[in-house]
């Protein structure tokens, strides 16, 4: 299994490690600071340095389908791993800017939970625009979602993670926004992010620290997708951009 750092500190950019094995077009660490694709979050990239000074171009990371527990460093499709056989000592580095941007869209996203009181049946968390789909027939209001969402931001509301027993998820059933993912079962405890005063849910993604950190966040575009579903289309003010 992985040792998954960034699960206790998103703000950790690189760490030392072991590779254990080759798989599905990449590297399995012992170890890693690499957020794996999973609940609406993209994977991390960065690069993996190995002892002897090799460097190898992630371009993301995955959970591993071969090895369970495991999380696959992907490399790119012509990448030469022959320098980087199981047992060589690495570090790990991920792209900041890559992971910041995920960070402040997906603490972002929660703040659109604690203003649109719906279930959650969809969601997209990338480095360049973020998207939730809301179960519901109600008419939503950009502005006021924008007011919102800057107002949450100017409070500043510290964010943190903790654990909880899965028997507690089973007596707060409430706590579970996503009609599509569910929170994983079977390790006694399951990780939830309280943003003070706002939203309380389970989470495995990084967040930022506190609702400041977000920056100008707004919504790009509101859509009915069906008759019971409305997406929202998140983009940082400074590029405002939509996703086609």
Request: aromatic fraction near 4%.
């Amino acid at each position: 299994m992985t040792d998954e750092l960034f699960r206790e500190d998103a703000d950790l950019a690189e760490c030392t490690a072991t590779v254990l094995a080759h798989a599905e077009g990449g590297l399995i660490l012992d170890r890693t600071v690499y957020y794996p694709l999973g609940g609406g979050q993209a994977g991390d990239a960065g690069e993996m340095v190995a002892s002897g000074g090799a460097h190898l171009a992630i371009v993301d990371a995955r959970k591993s389908k071969e090895h369970p527990g495991g999380i696959v460093h992907v490399a790119a499709a012509d990448a030469d791993l022959s320098l980087f056989t199981p047992g060589t000592p690495v570090t790990a580095r991920i792209d900041v800017a890559r992971r910041s941007a995920h960070r402040r869209f997906h603490t972002a996203t929660h703040l659109l939970c604690a203003l649109i009181p719906h279930p959650v049946n969809g969601c997209s968390i990338t480095q360049g625009y973020a998207r939730l789909d809301f179960h519901t027939d109600e008419p939503l209001n950009k502005e006021a979602l924008n007011e919102g969402l800057a107002r949450l931001v100017r409070e500043a509301r510290p964010v943190r993670h903790r654990w909880i027993s899965e028997a507690e998820l089973d007596a707060n059933p409430g706590l579970v926004r996503s009609m599509s993912v569910q929170p994983p079962r079977g390790l006694g405890r399951v990780r939830v992010i309280e943003i003070e005063g706002v939203d309380l849910q389970p989470c495995g993604g990084t967040h930022v620290s506190n609702t400041a950190d977000i920056g100008a966040v707004v919504v790009t575009k509101l859509e009915k997708k069906s008759a019971m579903t409305r997406r929202v289309v998140l983009g940082f003010a400074a590029i405002a951009e939509t996703p086609a």
